[in-house]
């Protein structure tokens, strides 16, 4: 008997394992992960490094980075620390990708369920509405919907979650016409349980995977989508957010290109964290899809 | 015929998309705070209230919300989306004055990115697990993570402000009165920096479905089939494995059409392009509603116009797609 045996474990944890071993094969997916961990680790020291606001002055404004370990990234034109600003716009960056992620799921999969598990005119209405929000150019509805409803950090959250739901709908809505249709559903049916609870307990439980791969992608677009808001000046003017340094560091391009750069890398490590991340669980969890 | 048939098929499913999306349009000026009254009598500087009542009348807005959406529909089905009290013109003048810069920035960086993409992706796929193919694929991640707005900015510092090659925005040189050749090439300067910046995300994503449907068609009988006949491996390529490779990202072209649009949003703004995309923009920050609702519903239309062409296009190349 061998530790690496892991036919004699219970049955969670040898699931864990074998999930582990095969993900670990992919180096680009162990990548992501660590560098998602780094995203987190910045989140976390926020409050440890600078309790207080990112938002006030903390020196010499235009300081480059390196310069003083009193603002090691360096300083903005109102002399707000950039390292500052980068810890906590990780938060908000994570913030607004779990929960906007979150709602987009939770909508697709309601309408992917009604479409796919009635079918007939319920399909054909709710996939018409699907269409319809795939036609109309997704940044631009959330520039209105952001105008109507006002940037607080809760709107853009919705707002966004009402414009990334169409794929979920997709995937969810082919899971459960192909579920429908076996046999221990038409078991349970027989055995006189409700519509209802066929949808939530019986398949909905099944055709959950693909749809929480796809999750990653969605966090990733979310965190986009935020960050072009924060940048033309749409975001929530109370938080510090890596778009809206960029946006505000536009002014000083010229002279002081690191105030932009520094955390636009910020966001390119972490999307780039999200897109490594869902492909790792996407070759683990939906094998057939790639060799 | 069987052709004209499904085209004519094609057509008449957008019908119900188009109308849902003039009833979205509307739900959203009804839910934005204020109506078009209270737009003219902020502009007038207010007004008595039996003034405003008579206004109101006039405007139909004492009406029953019905019959307010029946004539909204109305309108728009006619391309009448009403007035833009910034722009003091009907708002489709207005729209129809953007349309050509946005579409010049759309087709130059689709066609960048679906060329590049596709030459990219094909390399990757013939070299699978090679360092080329990593190399390649590594780039087209990053690609994906970019933020065209951060690009944008990187390459103003580097080709703009440190080497001065490329100008900073505008469509064309102010005051420089250029005619002929030299206008179309100083267009074509001023578009450099917007469509590279618009077309990486979509570079990334045609290269990656490439590669992937490569990878796929390879694998395929009739390659092993033609490969035992005697075909070179360029033959192969090109002759068996592009062709229907080619398809599945030929219908992602119509697809990203609309992501596309919304991308302009941000690139416009930067470079000082006079779009669609800066209208929607300025539209926002300055509360014009009716604009703001006249540039959905014709970006839609245009996504709608442009959906159906490649399903056309996709109808024509595969002929394993029944028209029924």
Same mark, same amino acid.
């Given at each position: 008997m061998s530790l690496a045996d892991p036919t004699d474990l219970p049955p969670e944890e040898r699931r864990w394992r074998v999930? +582990?071993?095969?993900?670990?094969?992919?180096?680009?997916?162990?990548?992501?992960?660590?560098?998602?961990?780094?995203?987190?680790?910045? %989140?976390?020291?926020?409050?440890? $490094?600078?309790?207080?606001?990112?938002?006030?002055?903390?020196?010499? #404004?235009?300081?480059w980075p390196f310069q003083t370990w009193q603002t090691p990234l360096g300083t903005d034109q109102l002399g707000r620390d950039i390292l500052a600003g980068i810890l906590h716009g990780a938060r908000i960056s994570l913030l607004i990708g779990v929960v906007a992620t979150v709602i987009s799921i939770a909508i697709g999969v309601v309408i992917g369920a009604l479409a796919g598990y009635f079918g007939g005119w319920v399909?054909?209405?709710?996939?018409?509405?699907?269409?319809?929000?795939?036609?109309? #150019?997704?940044?631009?509805?959330?520039?209105?919907?952001?105008? @109507?409803?006002?940037?607080?950090?809760?709107n853009i959250v919705l707002a966004i979650g009402i414009v990334s739901w169409t794929a979920p709908a997709r995937l969810a809505r082919a899971e459960f016409m192909s579920l429908r249709k076996r046999e221990f559903i038409d078991a349970v049916r027989n055995l006189?349980?409700?519509?209802?609870? @066929?949808?939530?307990?019986?398949?909905?439980?099944?055709?959950? #995977? #693909?749809?929480?791969? $796809?999750?990653?992608?969605?966090? %990733?677009?979310?965190?986009?989508?935020?960050?072009?808001?924060?940048?033309?000046?749409?975001?929530?003017?109370? $938080?510090?957010? +890596?778009?809206?340094?960029?946006?505000?560091?536009? %002014?000083?391009?010229?002279?002081? +290109? $690191?105030?932009?750069? @520094?955390?636009?890398?910020?966001?390119?490590?972490?999307?780039?964290?999200?897109?490594?991340?869902g492909e790792g669980l996407n070759e683990v969890l939906n094998p057939r899809q790639k060799k | 015929m069987p052709f004209l048939i499904y085209a004519l098929r094609r057509a008449l499913q957008a019908v119900p998309v188009i109308l849902m999306i003039m009833v979205g349009a509307f739900l959203l000026l009804k839910l934005a705070p204020g109506d078009t009254v209270d737009?003219?009598?902020?502009?007038?500087?207010?007004?008595? &209230?039996?003034?405003?009542?008579?206004?109101? &009348?006039? *405007?139909?807005?004492?009406?029953?919300?019905?019959?307010?959406?029946?004539?909204?529909? &109305?309108?728009?089905?006619?391309?009448?989306?009403?007035?833009?009290?910034? *722009?003091?013109?009907?708002?489709?003048?207005?729209?129809?004055?953007?349309?050509?810069?946005?579409?010049?920035?759309?087709?130059?960086?689709?066609?960048?990115?679906?060329?590049?993409?596709? !030459?990219?992706?094909?390399?990757?796929?013939?070299?699978? *697990?090679?360092?080329?193919?990593?190399?390649?694929?590594?780039?087209?991640?990053?690609? *994906? !993570?970019?933020?065209?707005?951060?690009?944008?900015?990187?390459?103003?510092?580097?080709?703009?402000?440190?080497?001065?090659?490329?100008?900073?925005?505008?469509?064309r040189t102010i005051a420089a009165f250029y005619t002929g050749w030299d206008h179309v090439l100083d267009v074509a300067r001023h578009l450099v920096m917007p469509t590279a910046a618009l077309s990486l995300i979509y570079l990334a994503f045609y290269l990656r479905l490439m590669r992937a449907s490569v990878l796929e068609v390879a694998e395929l009988d009739f390659v092993r089939t033609a490969r035992a006949k005697g075909a070179g491996e360029g033959r192969l390529m090109f002759h068996h494995i592009m062709r229907n490779a080619l398809l599945p990202v030929v219908t992602l072209l119509g697809l990203q059409f609309s992501?596309?649009?919304?991308?302009?949003?941000?690139?416009?703004?930067?470079?000082?392009?006079?779009g669609l995309g800066q209208l929607a923009y300025q539209s926002v920050i300055q509360r014009d509603m009716n604009t703001l609702m006249g540039i959905i519903f014709l970006s839609s239309v245009v996504v709608i116009v442009v959906n159906f062409l490649t399903d056309l296009l996709y109808a024509r190349l595969d002929s394993r797609i029944e028209l029924s």
């Open positions: 999930f +582990w071993r095969r993900y670990r094969r992919n180096r680009a997916a162990v990548l992501g992960l660590i560098l998602l961990g780094a995203v987190v680790l910045l %989140a976390l020291l926020a409050g440890i $490094y600078e309790p207080v606001d990112p938002l006030r002055r903390a020196g010499e #404004p235009l300081t399909d054909d209405v709710l996939m018409r509405i699907t269409e319809a929000f795939q036609t109309v #150019p997704s940044f631009v509805l959330l520039l209105a919907l952001v105008a @109507i409803l006002g940037s607080s950090i809760e006189g349980v409700g519509d209802a609870a @066929i949808i939530f307990r019986e398949i909905l439980p099944n055709a959950l #995977p #693909p749809v929480v791969v $796809y999750a990653s992608v969605i966090m %990733a677009l979310a965190i986009l989508l935020e960050s072009a808001l924060a940048f033309l000046g749409l975001g929530d003017p109370n $938080y510090a957010s +890596w778009g809206n340094m960029i946006g505000q560091g536009r %002014a000083v391009l010229r002279t002081a +290109w $690191y105030v932009c750069a @520094i955390p636009g890398i910020a966001i390119v490590l972490t999307v780039l964290s999200f897109s490594l991340l | 737009a003219l009598v902020g502009d007038m500087g207010g007004a008595d &209230a039996q003034f405003i009542a008579r206004l109101r &009348a006039e *405007y139909g807005l004492d009406q029953p919300v019905w019959v307010q959406l029946w004539r909204y529909l &109305a309108k728009m089905a006619q391309f009448d989306f009403g007035w833009s009290y910034v *722009y003091e013109q009907p708002v489709s003048v207005v729209l129809l004055d953007r349309l050509g810069v946005t579409l010049m920035l759309m087709c130059a960086s689709l066609f960048f990115a679906f060329t590049i993409g596709v !030459a990219l992706g094909a390399i990757a796929a013939r070299r699978a *697990y090679s360092v080329t193919d990593n190399v390649i694929s590594t780039l087209g991640l990053v690609f *994906y !993570a970019t933020p065209s707005f951060f690009l944008s900015l990187m390459m103003i510092v580097v080709f703009s402000v440190k080497l001065g090659w490329l100008p900073v925005g505008g469509i992501t596309l649009l919304g991308g302009s949003v941000v690139v416009e703004t930067i470079f000082s392009l006079p």
